[in-house]
């Protein structure tokens, strides 16, 4: 009878508190809403840059000149034309994003690079430089 009374009192003690746990909790959902921002803002980002080099390699793959080889005629690329198409898509679409390298490596595809700087969202504070991005695209002319 005394051990069920003292069992009881035991029971019935709410000395402890569930701040901290609660207070745990919050912290580590805080933590992992910041980790989803800033990731799913580095996936945007990383989606525009490929959009950016899609373009620029698309327009690139436009400056083509027509070359006449007896009585045939076919579309041939130079690192120049390439460059120029690509170089004046970059400067119109973008700010902050810029040409690494565009030219055509066998005379009918162009390639081209483009990067830019990617700051996170909510910890820019903690990475003043930023992290560097880079997106790389190839296409081919549609005349051969």
């Avoid at 959902?29 to 945007?44: M, Q």
């Amino acid at each position: 009878m005394r051990l069920t009374r003292h069992l009881r009192t035991l029971a019935g003690d709410e000395d402890g508190s569930i701040l901290p746990l609660i207070l745990g909790y919050t912290l580590l959902a805080v933590a992992v809403l910041f980790a989803c921002v800033c990731a799913t803002d580095l996936y945007i980002a990383q989606k525009r840059l490929d959009s950016l080099a899609d373009a620029a390699a698309l327009a690139g793959a436009d400056g083509f000149t027509l070359q006449v080889d007896g009585g045939d005629v076919h579309a041939e690329l130079t690192d120049a034309g390439v460059r120029e198409q690509a170089d004046a898509v970059v400067a119109a679409v973008s700010q902050d994003a810029r040409l690494v390298s565009a030219g055509t490596p066998d005379g009918v595809s162009a390639q081209v690079t483009v990067s830019t700087v990617w700051h996170p969202p909510l910890v820019s504070p903690f990475v003043p430089g930023g992290v560097q991005i880079e997106s790389t695209a190839t296409t081919r002319t549609a005349l051969r």
